[in-house]
Structures are given as structure tokens and as C-alpha cells.
Nanobody
Framework: QVQLAESGGGLVQPGGSLRLSCAAS????????MGWYRQAPGKEREFLAR???????YYAESVKGRFTISQNNAKNTVYLQMNSLNSEDTAVYYC????????WGQGTQVTVSS
């Protein structure tokens, strides 16, 4: 089992930035990759970014150039730096870890509004 705890969400003005964190615990040795998804009201969950244990990063076209995923292996933590936020980025953001199974965090709310 892998437990994931997101943090860093909140209210930000358009054009602003936020950094989300996801701390993993449990059977972390089995994790192959970690990523971020989001789900806006009335929409399906959307893939944003993924980073492998080797450091390879992959992004959805919709956030490429604005969002950056990174990891601190010593802290078992993955980050999502989000810049140039707009109202369409308002959603619940979820951390994901993949081993034999997929694990999800509880989500953190990001609201972009003036």
C-alpha cells in the first residue's frame, strides 16, 4: 500500500503561481512513477504530468510550459509548480502513484479567482 498526502492548494489570483506537494509513504519502493491529475466540476479527471523514478517527465499539452513536475527522492515528495494560472485551472488536484496498482491522494482544491 502507498499513502499519498497532497498539500499546497488554495486561492490564487489569475496570473499567479502555486506549488503543490505530494508526500508518499508506505510501500514507496514499489513506485514506478508519480503524477498529477485534476478534476473540475462536471468534468472528467484530467492527466497533467508524470515523473518516473528515473526523472523522466511528461506533460499534458494543456499545461506544457506552465506547469513543472519535480521530485525530491530523499523526502519521497513530488511537486507541481504551476505558473500563469487562470480560471480554467480551478479544480481539485490529485496526486497519483503507480506500482502494480494505482494509488490516489485525497485531493487539494485550487481556486483561481480575483
Amino acid at each position: 500500500q502507498v499513502q499519498l498526502a497532497e498539500s499546497g492548494g488554495g486561492l490564487v489570483q489569475p496570473g499567479g503561481s502555486l506549488r503543490l506537494s505530494c508526500a508518499a509513504s508506505g510501500s514507496i519502493f514499489a513506485i514506478n512513477a508519480m503524477g498529477w491529475y485534476r478534476q473540475a466540476p462536471g468534468k472528467e479527471r484530467e492527466f497533467l504530468a508524470r515523473i518516473t523514478t528515473g526523472g523522466g517527465a511528461y506533460y499534458a499539452e494543456s499545461v506544457k510550459g506552465r506547469f513543472t513536475i519535480s521530485q525530491n527522492n530523499a523526502k519521497n515528495t513530488v511537486y507541481l509548480q504551476m505558473n500563469s494560472l487562470n480560471s480554467e485551472d480551478t479544480a481539485v488536484y490529485y496526486c497519483n502513484a503507480v506500482s502494480t496498482y494505482a494509488f490516489w491522494g485525497q485531493g487539494t482544491q485550487v481556486t483561481v479567482s480575483s
